[in-house]
């Protein structure tokens, strides 16, 4: 079975909405799109190839669809290592509205996400990549579909706009398999799908308390007066 990889670009306070222009996305009265611009450098540019080096399809959600299909078909030189491959391999799109799609190469799902996508990641030849797509993203890790998470972090506060986790996310582990930051400050980190999250506690067992006197626990926190 082909991976299933998410590649997402978020602020430090999370926002992932519109990274690549101001008029990428102005739902809800966002008006700071293309804040990912000032810090595409060499760095960043090597690292988005790396990972189109690795694709065999695309599954997009519809408003990165419309985005993607409104520029990417004009970009029509053959050496461009992102438009050669999002214009010439398959693309599928989440949505239950979309019908009769432009762009050449591209197919709707809307069934059942879990069946689809488990099929397309099976008969993928290579990586199955999402770009963008945060609200379809959600929807696949609460579906344990994602099998790999590109994190872009970039160092940036916009105070609005859509943000990638929100409260009532599913709870899920990662395990951290790579990272790099580049020259303009972008935090690159990788990571595989885990499961669930474990949990613990640093406090100490009442009778570890009882044996140190009852004054100061683990990190030097004090438990008692």
């Given at each position: 079975m082909g991976k299933l990889v998410s590649t997402m670009f978020v602020t430090l306070d999370g926002v992932y909405q519109a990274p690549g222009g101001p008029q990428e996305d102005t739902?809800?009265?966002f008006d700071q799109g293309g804040w990912s611009f000032p810090y595409g450098d060499d760095d960043f540019g090597r690292f988005v190839t790396e990972v189109f080096d690795r694709v065999g399809a695309f599954l997009l959600g519809r408003r990165t669809y419309d985005i993607f299909a409104s520029h990417w078909p004009k970009m029509t030189d053959p050496a461009d290592p992102i438009a050669s491959r999002l214009n010439a391999l398959p693309k599928y799109v989440a949505s239950s509205t979309l019908t009769a799609p432009d762009w050449s190469g591209t197919t709707v799902i809307g069934g059942d996400?879990?069946?689809?996508?488990?099929?397309?990641?099976?008969?993928?030849?290579?990586?199955?990549?999402?770009?963008?797509?945060g609200a379809?993203?959600?929807?696949?890790?609460?579906?344990?579909?994602?099998?790999?998470?590109?994190?872009l972090t970039f160092p940036v506060v916009l105070g609005a706009g859509r943000r990638f986790f929100q409260e009532g996310a599913t709870p899920t582990k990662f395990r951290h398999t790579g990272g790099r930051i580049t020259a303009a400050g972008v935090a690159i980190q990788t990571y595989d799908f885990a499961g669930r999250p474990d949990y613990g506690s640093y406090e100490l067992p009442d009778n570890a308390q009882r044996a140190c006197g009852g004054r100061v626990g683990t990190a030097g926190r004090r438990l008692t007066p």
């Amino acid at each position: 079975m082909g991976k299933l990889v998410s590649t997402m670009f978020v602020t430090l306070d999370g926002v992932y909405q519109a990274p690549g222009g101001p008029q990428e996305d102005t739902s809800g009265g966002f008006d700071q799109g293309g804040w990912s611009f000032p810090y595409g450098d060499d760095d960043f540019g090597r690292f988005v190839t790396e990972v189109f080096d690795r694709v065999g399809a695309f599954l997009l959600g519809r408003r990165t669809y419309d985005i993607f299909a409104s520029h990417w078909p004009k970009m029509t030189d053959p050496a461009d290592p992102i438009a050669s491959r999002l214009n010439a391999l398959p693309k599928y799109v989440a949505s239950s509205t979309l019908t009769a799609p432009d762009w050449s190469g591209t197919t709707v799902i809307g069934g059942d996400l879990a069946k689809e996508v488990t099929a397309l990641k099976e008969q993928t030849d290579g990586e199955l990549q999402v770009h963008g797509s945060g609200a379809l993203v959600r929807s696949l890790l609460a579906l344990d579909l994602v099998d790999t998470l590109h994190l872009l972090t970039f160092p940036v506060v916009l105070g609005a706009g859509r943000r990638f986790f929100q409260e009532g996310a599913t709870p899920t582990k990662f395990r951290h398999t790579g990272g790099r930051i580049t020259a303009a400050g972008v935090a690159i980190q990788t990571y595989d799908f885990a499961g669930r999250p474990d949990y613990g506690s640093y406090e100490l067992p009442d009778n570890a308390q009882r044996a140190c006197g009852g004054r100061v626990g683990t990190a030097g926190r004090r438990l008692t007066p």
